[in-house]
């Protein structure tokens, strides 16, 4: 592990947010999201998430796609564990900070996943979107134009938001904007938590 929030996530306060982030409303709630992308996007035959914990998003893409190689990377053992036994998908447990993946995917993407990395490391991060893609990355994390660290239940420089898809876009001259909006907590049907999505392609 190279850093703090790593192993953050690898041990015990990654395990308590899996049973506070599965549910069939948020099932439900993914569904209804990705099928704003996969609109855009049309057929997708190969999907990889960095980061993805029980799979409440691949669960919801396999709805979509029934068709669709689903892969995730997960740092969490009993996350990655609850994902392997649904059985249709591809589970690489490893930090994505570490992940060595030989094969590309028509679309990567993260949910809520670089909020949470250390800011010195997420040019790595970005490199393995970016890297790995075919031609679509989709980022939906909290946006904030310049970077900022806020409290993560009772815990210090656990949670970053800035402007992750202005930074990738800045980055790889060749990734242009697609589409973006907004998922709100209050949203009387789909609630999400207050996120901000940016879908990416390659050209």
């Not at 029934?66 to 690489?92: F, H, T, Y």
């Not at 992940?99 to 970005?126: A, C, R, W």
């Not at 060749?174 to 609630?191: A, E, I, S």
Request: with cysteine; proline share 3%.
């Amino acid at each position: 592990m190279k850093t703090k929030q790593e192993k953050f996530w690898k041990n015990e306060f990654g395990k308590d947010y899996i049973d506070r982030n599965k549910s069939e409303l948020l099932l439900a709630s993914n569904t209804s999201f990705f099928s704003k992308i996969v609109e855009r996007t049309g057929p997708l035959s190969s999907v990889l998430e960095l980061g993805c914990n029980v799979g409440m998003n691949l669960k919801a893409l396999r709805r979509l796609l029934p068709d669709c190689r689903l892969s995730g990377v997960e740092i969490n053992d009993a996350a990655a564990q609850q994902l392997r036994k649904w059985g249709e998908a591809e589970v690489i447990l490893d930090s994505i900070l570490e992940v060595d993946i030989q094969e590309t995917f028509s679309i990567t993407f993260t949910k809520g996943v670089l909020i949470h990395i250390n800011p010195d490391y997420l040019s790595e991060v970005y490199k393995r979107l970016y890297d790995y893609s075919e031609k679509y990355i989709l980022v939906a994390e909290y946006y904030n134009p310049t970077p900022v660290s806020i409290d993560y239940r009772g815990h210090d420089d656990r949670l970053f938001k800035r402007d992750f898809a202005g930074e990738m876009m800045e980055r790889y001259s060749d990734l242009t904007l697609v589409d973006y909006g907004f998922l709100y907590r209050g949203d009387p049907t789909f609630p999400q938590d207050d996120i901000s999505w940016f879908l990416m392609e390659k050209r």
